[in-house]
């Protein structure tokens, strides 16, 4: 046979090896699943990327020097009880105003250990003996607040008339927070010992 006619037949039987690309099938259930694998690929990729961008838009909580002194001071005092959850909602108050936040609720309810409750028992976060209402009325005579955010409030709000407006900025001048408008009712002792206590806790935090 000749040189030509061999190199022929060898390319032949090379041809002959590769497939008719007409007999070619691909699986239905494969096509499917490689297709379906590129979807959730891409889906993973968009979701990733549009949580980066809402994570990047989201604005950053900046505390000033002042705001972090202030919520150290505090935390250092009620580590461990209630009161503690509601600091966040502290710092941004007048620092004079959080002393006495501070100050009161140990008397009234041990820093939130004694509270108030919903008929269901759930906490009214009024831990500061507030006879008013809050936004789920009146508990166990006292105001019943719907949040710790909201207890805070209203409470500071409430200092705050007191002792800028109406000039009580001493530990003796609020025992109307205690007694109302009169202390007849008190015996001696226990209005004493009502200040003594506040202004020992209110200045911790107001030095």
Known sequence: MSVKKQKAKNLNDYL??????????????????????????????????????????QPVKIISPEQFRLERDVEKMVEGYPIEKMIPYMGTRDRETVAYLVGIAPKDTNWGKRVPVTENG?????????????????????????SKKEAVAVISKRLDTLIHEYKRDTTEDLVVWKCGYSCDGHSPESVQGWIDDVDYYAAQVKD
Do not use: K
């Open 16 to 57: 002959s090896l590769i497939p008719d690309i007409q007999n070619i099938r691909i699986s239905s259930d494969i096509f499917y699943g490689v297709f379906l694998g590129l979807c959730l690929l891409l889906t993973g990729l968009f979701l990733g990327a549009s949580s980066s961008v809402q994570a990047m838009e």
């Open 122 to 146: 759930e906490d009214c976060y009024n831990y500061w003996g507030y006879r008013g209402e809050g936004s789920r009325g009146m508990a166990m005579g006292h105001g019943c607040f719907g």
